[in-house]
């Protein structure tokens, strides 16, 4: 079998099989034949950040029952405002899909776990729950929703010398001695890819900062070189987990390196911040759809493209959490602030990335010599959503994602929201046309206020309980951020950078 198919992590190769076809009794050939010591079970919590819980064993019976059972975990402590200390007993049970040989320690067995309630039922308000049970709506229209992140992050460290130092804005695909953490991202997508088997590339991003002017003193003086993993299209339900061990990847080998790693919307002004986008496609009988015959956009693609229209103004409230995210959001600075759709147009909410649809056999046209042909039958074009960053609730956004989804395919009128939110080149260099286009909000306040007015949007599909919008809608207003911007404005030079820094810096770890 081995030979047939690609087997992408450790544990594949090990067993022999598909990740969803592990079972206990795999496991358990893995704890006796790879040395392990004990399990270790990771969740994301309301803040989106990898917990663990580790649990030795002393022997194969205590082992099959952790692995059967799984076992009680507080969730007022990691659902804090969803979950009341007078009953706040979940289960955690582990993802057999999931297991992988920890990179920072192989005597531990990792899984990805699922939280459950008294009655053995997946918890509603658990956000990865609730991205499978949008997804699980969207089946029944058809269609399987994929995702792919592209998940950004500045590399922080000590300059010893400047014999290399990039040019400002130039550091798209830098590669060694200009970066100089390429060697730390590659251990990165090497522990990522034997745990997830999940990396499309990795490469340096524009964003340089060569001295970072900080109040504080953790960032004061830093170099700061931009970096991107992105990473290959799965369900939906699948992704939040991988950009959930990506970040908990990076942040360790970073650590482990002595460099500190944040995924904090912005750093500095007139600086790239960090982006979270994801590239979205359908499938149906795993063969992509998102095109016709003649390489135009099918109708299901134009209704998915509808549908995150509809929804893209109350996305903001899961995918731009914190006040500095809104100061990413300006205009030319590849970061969207209207919404509208356009092809391989970085200034739009929307973008549809060449995707190989006129043609895949591309390397023939520079190696001649290759007479062979490749067909590739299932299909890769995507469309993406550009307005998500660092700080997103990223389970909750894909939930959001993957309503609005459903909503666009089963919409009679997603079509015409498509072709009239549909623009052609730069929106920000045409006033016209950028007057004619709903604006995102503009600071957390306003996203949790118009969420609360669109609340109607996940209500009714059954996918977000009340409590969770009420509670998003509570975080966002706590950052009493409203005319942020136009306070900003009305600074003084020196004054409007000091306070800027501030609020960017505040917030180099969450999520």
């Known amino acids: 079998m081995a030979d047939e198919v690609a087997l992408p992590t450790a544990l594949c190769s090990f067993l022999d099989k598909r990740p969803e076809d592990f079972t206990r009794a795999d496991l358990l050939r893995?704890?006796?034949?790879?040395?392990?010591?004990?399990?270790?079970?990771?969740?994301?919590?309301?803040?989106?950040?990898?917990?663990?819980?580790?649990?030795?064993?002393?022997?194969?019976?205590?082992?099959?029952?952790?692995?059967?059972?799984?076992?009680?975990?507080?969730?007022?402590?990691?659902?804090?405002?969803?979950?009341?200390?007078?009953?706040?007993?979940?289960?955690?049970?582990?993802?057999?899909?999931?297991?992988?040989?920890?990179?920072?320690?192989?005597?531990?067995?990792?899984?990805?776990?699922?939280?459950?309630?008294?009655?053995?039922?997946?918890?509603?308000?658990?956000?990865?729950?609730?991205?499978?049970?949008?997804?699980?709506?969207?089946?029944?229209?058809?269609?399987?929703?994929?995702?792919?992140?592209?998940?950004?992050?500045?590399?922080?460290?000590?300059?010893?010398?400047?014999?290399?130092?990039?040019?400002?804005?130039?550091?798209?695909?830098?590669?060694?001695?200009?970066?100089?953490?390429?060697?730390?991202?590659?251990?990165?997508?090497?522990?990522?890819?034997?745990?997830?088997?999940?990396?499309?590339?990795?490469?340096?991003?524009?964003?340089?900062?060569?001295?970072?002017?900080?109040?504080?003193?953790?960032?004061?003086?830093?170099?700061?070189?931009?970096?991107e993993i992105e990473l290959l299209a799965r369900p939906i339900e699948e992704m939040g987990d991988v950009v959930a061990l990506t970040k908990w990847v990076v942040r360790n080998v970073a650590h482990r390196h002595g460099l500190l790693a944040t995924f904090a919307p912005k750093l500095e002004e007139g600086v790239a911040g960090n982006g979270l986008h994801f590239h979205l496609e359908l499938l149906q009988a795993d063969r992509n759809v998102m095109v016709k015959g003649n390489a135009e956009l099918s109708d299901p693609a134009l209704r998915l493209?509808?549908?995150?229209?509809?929804?893209?103004?109350?996305?903001?409230?899961?995918?731009?959490?914190?006040?500095?995210?809104?100061l990413r959001l300006v205009p030319n600075q590849e970061a969207p602030t209207r919404i509208c759709w356009s092809e391989s147009n970085r200034s739009a909410l929307i973008r549809v990335p060449l995707g190989w649809s006129e043609k895949c056999d591309l390397a023939r046209a520079v190696n001649p010599q290759d007479t062979s042909e490749y067909a590739d039958d299932r299909g890769r074009q995507t469309v993406e959503l550009r307005s998500p960053d660092g700080s997103a609730h990223f389970h909750l956004l894909l939930a959001g994602i993957a309503a609005a989804g459903e909503w666009g395919l089963s919409s009679p009128s997603s079509l015409e929201l498509a072709r009239t939110t549909h623009v052609e080149g730069n929106v920000f260099a045409c006033q016209e046309i950028l007057s004619g286009l709903e604006a995102l909000p503009a600071s957390c306040v306003a996203a949790g206020r118009l969420l609360r007015e669109r609340r109607d949007l996940f209500d009714s599909r059954g996918v977000f309980p009340p409590k969770v919008v009420d509670y998003i809608v509570d975080v966002l207003m706590a950052e009493n951020d409203e005319y942020l911007n136009e306070k900003l404005s009305h600074m003084a030079a020196d004054e409007r950078l000091h306070a800027t820094r501030q609020i960017m810096h505040r917030d180099i770890h969450k999520h």
């Open 305 to 326: 493209i509808g549908g995150l229209v509809h929804y893209a103004a109350t996305l903001t409230a899961f995918g731009n959490t914190v006040a500095s995210a809104y």
């Open 30 to 227: 893995v704890v006796v034949g790879c040395g392990v010591e004990r399990f270790t079970f990771h969740y994301t919590g309301m803040d989106s950040q990898l917990k663990e819980l580790q649990l030795p064993f002393a022997d194969h019976r205590q082992a099959e029952r952790i692995l059967a059972m799984g076992e009680r975990v507080d969730g007022s402590s990691l659902f804090r405002g969803l979950v009341d200390v007078s009953d706040s007993d979940l289960y955690v049970v582990p993802d057999y899909r999931t297991a992988f040989l920890n990179p920072f320690d192989p005597t531990s067995l990792d899984f990805m776990c699922r939280f459950l309630d008294r009655h053995g039922d997946l918890a509603p308000f658990s956000p990865d729950n609730m991205v499978r049970m949008a997804h699980e709506r969207v089946k029944t229209i058809g269609y399987e929703l994929h995702a792919l992140g592209e998940v950004e992050f500045f590399l922080l460290y000590d300059s010893d010398n400047d014999l290399y130092t990039p040019a400002k804005h130039s550091g798209y695909h830098a590669s060694a001695p200009f970066f100089r953490g390429g060697p730390v991202v590659t251990q990165m997508i090497r522990c990522l890819e034997q745990i997830t088997g999940s990396v499309k590339y990795a490469h340096a991003e524009a964003g340089f900062i060569d001295s970072i002017r900080s109040d504080s003193p953790v960032l004061k003086g830093l170099r700061a070189e931009q970096h």
